[in-house]
């Protein structure tokens, strides 16, 4: 994967994490320096960086590392690390006639170029097994002819100790100097195209109209954040308006952050699953999220959280506007949404799925894989 934050680079650490060290020795290679790189390193696992463009060349450098680490598994995250992963593999196999089991885990709806398409539908038979991160993403996995190897379906899962006794919202709304009555709606996620922050921030001054005393605080870090806060003052002309949303980068503190919040925003233009909601319903905090891609698949509008659609600047304000009202409806979605989570978005879930996929590559069988990752395609 990437270095930089995400959903994906959240599942890598929450993956290696959790990994026994006496059953698995975990190496992590990104293809670009980040956030998430220091992290690893912060926490003591062995993680190197091949930054090159070229991808011929990164794919050498990394078939060196796992013929020198004698690998059995590569699992890779995001599309450059498949190509990359399937050319390394390759040269292993080359030069040793060994090739390591290759898993890939597929975060992004993003349909591919027909360019991008034609490579996937080349590689995809020499990845042993697909990880789709939602039922949307099979399908779209499907679409694209990709179901020539296993595809198995596991959703990101999240800590749920960390979120779910989180406190500190006391000490973020003194930081940003929020009363503790004001209202407070939180947005978790990198500042992309998709993540839909445009509709949001045009939806703010409807809700700030209805509730003066309220907050948004934008957490994230992202290419589109120079955008955001320009769009952010052309929208909130009004001094006391601009001074009501926050941009606050990248945080390591998000389950105090979710502490604090009212309400927690998704407002994405598409979603692959979106591990920011899940984050969210672990912390008891009631969504309101956009109706595309795997987002339904947990949200249930009316009974765990509020779904709109997205690009609707007036149906997102008047949704937020109504659970700022309401506390009794915020509180039951809320309470609902946090039940969902311990019931299938539990880490230890997740990976218990993926380690079974781990074993295929050293004698385990297909049927070591949990039925409920529903398993389609090739039988790999």
């Known amino acids: ?18 990994l026994d060290p006496a059953r698995h020795e975990t190496h992590i290679v ?25 991808d ?3 794919a050498e450098l990394l078939a060196d590392r796992l013929i020198t680490l ?8 995001m599309y450059r690390a498949e190509v990359v992963g399937v050319a390394a593999l390759d040269l292993v196999e080359q030069r040793t ?7 890939s885990t597929v975060h992004s709806s993003r349909f591919r170029s027909p360019a991008d398409r034609e490579l996937l539908e080349r590689i995809t038979p020499k990845i042993n097994r697909l990880i789709a991160v939602s039922d949307a993403i099979v399908d779209k996995l499907v679409a694209e002819g990709r179901d020539t190897t296993a595809i198995s379906r596991i959703y990101n899962g999240v800590d749920l100790e960390r979120f779910d006794e989180a406190t500190g919202g006391e000490a973020i709304r003194a930081e940003f100097g929020i009363p503790a009555n004001a209202p407070l709606a939180v947005v978790v996620g990198r500042l992309e195209p998709e993540k839909g922050h445009p509709t949001l921030i045009e939806a703010w001054p409807v809700v700030h109209h209805h509730h003066p005393t309220a907050h948004l605080l934008v957490v994230g870090e992202g290419s589109e954040r120079d955008r ?15 001074a009501s949303v926050h941009f606050l980068g990248r945080r390591e503190d998000v389950p105090q952050i979710l502490a604090a919040a009212d309400v927690v925003v998704m407002p994405s233009y598409r979603e692959a699953q ?6 969210a319903l672990a912390a008891n905090r009631p969504v309101i999220a956009s109706n595309v891609g795997g987002i339904p698949e947990m949200i249930h509008s009316g009974e765990n959280g509020l779904l709109v659609q997205s690009h609707d600047p007036s149906a997102l304000a008047a949704a937020i506007a109504l659970l700022f009202r309401d506390r009794a409806l915020a509180d039951r979605l809320a309470s609902a949404g946090h039940d969902l989570v311990h019931e299938k978005f539990c880490v230890d879930d997740m990976l218990r799925d993926v380690e079974a996929i781990y074993l295929l590559a050293v004698g385990g069988t297909v049927s070591d894989v949990p039925d409920r990752t529903g398993v389609i395609g090739g039988s790999k």
């Open 1 to 18: 994967a990437t270095g930089a934050s995400g959903g994906a680079q959240e599942g890598v650490v929450s993956t290696v994490l959790r």
């Open 30 to 54: 990104s293809l670009s320096h980040g956030s998430t790189v220091a992290r690893l390193q912060r926490l003591g696992f062995a993680t190197e960086v091949i930054e090159d463009e070229n």
């Open 56 to 58: 011929q060349r990164t």
């Open 70 to 77: 004698n690998a059995q598994v590569l699992h890779a995250h």
């Open 97 to 103: 006639g060994h090739r390591p089991y290759m898993v």
């Open 228 to 242: 955001l806060e320009g769009l952010a003052a052309a929208h909130l002309r009004a001094e006391i308006c601009c």
């Open 274 to 279: 979106g591990l920011a909601i899940v984050e």
